[in-house]
């Protein structure tokens, strides 16, 4: 059973594009929701985080939007760059234990020049 | 920020032989770490929690007598492939939290190619 459902699994934007990757989760007890960037051959990197007290946050070109009624969260790259090529994963987990992370599949973006 | 090492990051070993990886947490006190297996083109994998002073919780259908992890401080946990055979061969991945902001540090990855 996949906890957290994403998609689309690859993506191709031209630069200065706004990609979207969404995700999806069934497990209500989920209450922090990361977004990583992994490049190849590299562990990923946190980018951005929310908690369910937000619908929005915001840091730098990445946002994040919660849907909490919806159990729904998506990542939306502003002005993206070749740079931001990357793949990139969603998770969620819960605060206040040492819960592990659940991952969705992951999201391959092709960013363009 | 949270910076977690792991080394090495590759490694090329003969089938038979056993392989340590390290796991460091370098400006923080990690009292569990987590250990990730990843093949090409797909999600992470969790293998194992690992937490300081006390046996590791393996996931189903991990052997944990094959993956021997110990946690023997704050800062360090290592994963040991025993006995290492081609499809062991992956890219591995630690994950330390720091609590003391609620995040979760991933190492570089380890690419482990058993010959």
């Known amino acids: 059973q996949q906890q957290v459902k994403q998609s689309p699994q690859s993506l191709i934007v031209q630069k200065g594009g706004i990609p979207i990757i969404n995700c999806a989760y069934e497990?209500?007890?989920?209450?922090?929701f990361p977004w990583y960037q992994q490049f190849p051959g590299k562990g990923p990197a946190l980018l951005i985080a929310?908690?369910?007290?937000?619908s929005e946050k915001k840091e730098g070109r990445f946002t994040i939007s919660f849907n909490k009624s919806a159990k729904q969260f998506s990542l939306h790259i502003m002005d993206s760059q070749p740079g931001d090529s990357a793949t990139y994963f969603c998770?969620?987990?819960?605060?206040?234990?040492?819960?592990?992370?659940?991952f969705g599949k992951g999201t391959l973006l092709t960013v363009n020049p | 920020g949270a910076v977690v090492s792991q080394h090495p990051s590759r490694v090329i070993c003969k089938s038979g032989t056993s392989v340590k990886i390290e796991c460091r947490s370098l400006?923080?006190?990690?009292?569990?770490m987590f250990w990730y297996r990843q093949f090409p083109k797909q999600s992470l994998m969790l293998m194992a929690t690992?937490?300081?002073?006390?046996?590791?919780?393996?996931e189903q259908g991990v052997e944990k007598d094959k993956f021997l992890i110990n946690h023997a401080s704050l800062t360090l946990s290592t994963l040991t492939v025993t006995s290492a055979h081609p499809e062991d061969s992956s890219f591995y991945i630690c994950?330390?939290?720091?609590?003391?902001?609620?995040?979760?540090?991933f190492g570089s990855g380890t690419r482990l190619t058993v010959v």
């Open positions: 998770a969620a987990s819960i605060v206040g234990s040492n819960y592990k992370l659940t």
């Open positions: 400006d923080f006190q990690a009292t569990t």
């Open positions: 994950s330390a939290r720091d609590t003391s902001i609620y995040g979760y540090t």
């Open positions: 929310i908690r369910p007290d937000v």
């Open positions: 690992s937490n300081e002073g006390s046996k590791a919780t393996y």
């Open positions: 497990n209500t007890a989920f209450d922090y």
